[in-house]
Structures are given as structure tokens and as C-alpha cells.
């Protein structure tokens, strides 16, 4: 498997979802998500369901590498937050082990010290996830697909064509 | 880099097409959101200004189907063409897993399309990935021109490693699908290969 690529497997997702479920409950927050730096979808909660996730995702992950771009411009290593402030609706943008990046939408009654304190100790929880499971793929290293999930990979020629056949 | 998630079964690839401005990237995209199904694509994204020139990237996400129970999934992204973006066009780079390059055949355009050919080639350096290497597709557009230079011209100029090539007519999706399903394909085979 390319190093670069990201895996995410059951057990390693239970953990990032609760993580997740545990902050948006305690903020009261519409919506929690967290994606990659890419712009995919890693895991999200919070009953904000007119959000197009995929669109946001891809836009986040945009703002915050354009933000990282901005920074080396002025001789920042980065910004790692990103804050916009609506009429009714606010966006909070931070980046997680410059690998990921969580976002968090909520409306004027939260405020916003107790999100940015909450999406400190958020990160941190997160990290030791993902640091966690970094050191586990690692020691498997030739197991990277546990036994018991099909690999998506096996596939044939004629599987590919038939993608577009639909 | 592809996002391979095992929880909602999807594998996720990001392709970028690339080109001189006014090439045609953003119609090869406008025509793939017309002819996929509502329930295989999500909402197409413009970043562009007052005249409708893209200004940071167009985003299209694709569902191709199903492959083994995972759903193929890919991201597609254009950069702006034109060559004071270049901060934009790297960071659309990033993490990419292949590169559709949509050439404008047009005779005045052929500087544009060498220009911009080498520009991916530094950018890409730049993110560590290898032109030779990734996944790459060439479309010849706008071949419907009077003032189209011939395509075997245009190949001998623009082919980078014996890539496939399609001549297309973007605004009336000749070509466009075809050149789309290549690019999945090298990337999916790619990921097959890696795996
Ligand atoms: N005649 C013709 N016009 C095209 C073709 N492809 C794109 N165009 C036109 O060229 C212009 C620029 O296209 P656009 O997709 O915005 O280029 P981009 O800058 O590469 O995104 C638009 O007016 C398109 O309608 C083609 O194959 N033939
Ligand atoms: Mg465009």
C-alpha cells in the first residue's frame, strides 16, 4: 500500500466518532467533522442535516491549504486556525497533526472561547488516535487489511470497465 | 492520496485536470455533472470570478459505481489556467492521484499548452509526485476548430510517456468520457498495483 494513503478501519473510526459525539454534545454545537487534508470525509455529528458534507469537506480542506499558503508568504509556519463569523452561523477550521483538520459549525449562542479551549483538547484526543493507529498499522505492516474484511483490491479488468457501464 | 475507508466502504481518489486557461477543463467537468445520474454526484463547485474564469478550482465529486461492495469514488478538480494562479494550482496538486491534461488544439494556443505541460511537471516535482509516474491522461480539445493544428502534430509536441490520448470536443462531451474513464482506470490500477 502507497505509504501516503490514508486506511480507515472500523475500531479506529468508533474511536474518532465518539471523540466527535462527546465534543458536539457538550458545545451544543450544529455540526462536528472532521476530514483530511485532502477534502474526504473522515467521520461527523451534530443534527445540522441541510449541510452538504461533501461540498464542505472539499472547500474546508481548500480554505486551509490556502491559509497555509498564505502564512509561508509572510514567514508563518502556518495559521492553524481559521475562524469566520456569519449572521447566524459561524465556521471554526483548525488543523490536526497537519494531516487532518477538524471543522466545527454553530450558531451565536455558543461561544466562541469554549469551542476554541474544547477544540484544543479535542485535537489532542484525536491525535493520540491517529498516533496510535499509525503505530499499529506499522507492526502489522504486511497485514495491512485484517483477515476479516474483504480487500477491495483483488479486482479484475473487466471490473473496472464495468464501472462505467452503468 | 487515496482515502480508503473500510466503514462506509468507499475508496476515494482525487483527479486533477490541468491545462492552459480557456482549455476547456471546466466544461469536461460542466459535461460530467449533465450526464452522471443525481444519485452518483454531488454538487458541482465553482470557484470562479465576475467572468466566470475559474479562480481557485472547480469541484465535482463522482460516485463510478461499485467495485467488490466499495463504492469508486472521485474527487475532480480543475486548476486555473492562467499563470499568475500558480500559488492556486499547487495546492490543488496536493495529494492528487492522477492528472488529466486538457490541451486547447488551437495553433495560437500551442505556447499556452507547453507552458502549462511544464509548469505540471514543477509543480508535481514540487509535491514530490513524478509526471512519468502518476496516472496521466491527454485530451486534445477542441478539435472541432477550423484552426486546430493536427492531432498527430499536437502528440508529438505534448506526449509526455506514451500516455493514452483522446481528441475531444468538450461542449459536446465528444471525448470527455472517455478520457475520464482512462485517467479511473490508470488510478484504479495504480491503487491495485500498491495494494
Ligand atoms: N469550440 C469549442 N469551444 C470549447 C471547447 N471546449 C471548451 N470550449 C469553450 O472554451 C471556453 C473556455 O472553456 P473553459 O472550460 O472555461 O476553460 P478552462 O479555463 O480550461 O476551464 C468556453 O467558452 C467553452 O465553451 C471545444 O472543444 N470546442
Ligand atoms: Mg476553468
Do not use: W
Not at chain 1, 472547500?59 to 447566524?88: C, M, W
Not at chain 1, 493507529?133 to 479488468?157: G, H, L, M, Q, Y
Not at chain 2, 514530490?128 to 492531432?151: E, H, M, S, T
Amino acid at each position: 500500500m502507497n505509504a501516503s494513503n490514508i486506511v480507515l478501519y472500523e475500531a479506529e473510526y468508533q474511536r474518532l466518532k465518539s471523540i466527535l459525539v462527546k465534543t458536539q454534545r457538550e458545545l451544543g454545537i450544529d455540526l462536528i467533522l472532521l476530514i483530511d487534508r485532502d477534502g474526504h470525509q473522515i467521520a461527523s455529528e451534530g443534527p445540522a442535516q441541510d449541510i452538504d458534507l461533501t461540498a464542505l469537506s472539499s472547500l474546508a480542506a481548500a480554505n486551509l491549504a490556502a491559509t497555509d499558503g498564505l502564512a509561508r508568504l509572510v514567514g508563518e509556519p502556518e495559521f492553524s486556525i481559521l475562524y469566520h463569523q456569519g449572521k447566524h452561523r459561524n465556521i471554526h477550521i483548525s488543523d490536526v497533526s497537519r494531516r487532518y483538520c477538524l471543522v466545527l459549525v454553530f450558531d451565536e449562542k455558543v461561544s466562541l472561547g469554549l469551542v476554541r479551549l474544547r477544540v484544543k483538547h479535542t485535537t489532542a484526543y484525536l491525535e493520540e488516535v491517529f498516533k496510535l493507529f499509525a503505530r499499529k498499522t506499522e507492526t502489522k505492516k504486511n497485514a495491512a487489511v485484517p483477515s476479516n474484511s474483504p480487500s477491495p483490491f483483488d479486482f479484475t479488468d473487466e471490473d473496472i470497465d464495468k464501472l462505467f457501464g452503468r | 492520496m487515496t482515502f480508503i475507508n473500510y466503514v462506509a466502504r468507499e475508496i476515494n481518489c482525487k483527479l486533477v485536470y490541468y491545462g492552459p486557461g480557456l482549455g476547456g477543463k471546466t466544461t469536461n467537468l460542466q459535461h460530467i455533472y449533465q450526464i452522471t445520474n443525481p444519485e452518483n454526484k454531488g454538487k458541482m463547485i465553482s470557484l470562479a470570478t465576475e467572468t466566470e474564469r475559474t479562480l481557485f478550482f472547480d469541484f465535482l465529486p463522482i460516485d463510478l459505481g461499485q467495485i467488490r461492495g466499495f463504492s469508486m469514488r472521485f474527487h475532480l478538480y480543475t486548476v486555473p489556467g492562467q499563470v499568475f494562479y500558480d500559488a492556486s494550482r499547487k495546492l490543488i496538486l496536493k495529494g492528487v492521484d492522477g492528472v488529466v491534461f486538457v490541451a486547447d488544439s488551437q495553433e495560437e494556443r500551442l505556447d499556452a499548452n507547453l507552458e502549462s505541460l511544464s509548469n505540471l511537471n514543477l509543480n508535481l516535482k514540487e509535491q514530490g509526485f513524478d509526471l512519468n509516474k502518476i496516472p496521466y491522461v491527454l485530451q486534445l480539445n477542441k478539435r472541432d476548430l477550423p484552426n486546430a493544428l493536427p492531432a498527430e502534430r499536437l502528440k508529438k509536441l505534448l506526449l509526455v510517456k506514451g500516455e493514452p490520448v483522446y481528441e475531444a470536443v468538450a461542449p459536446k462531451g465528444v471525448g470527455v468520457l472517455e478520457t475520464l474513464k482512462a485517467a479511473a482506470r490508470q488510478v484504479l490500477v495504480e491503487l491495485r498495483k500498491s495494494a
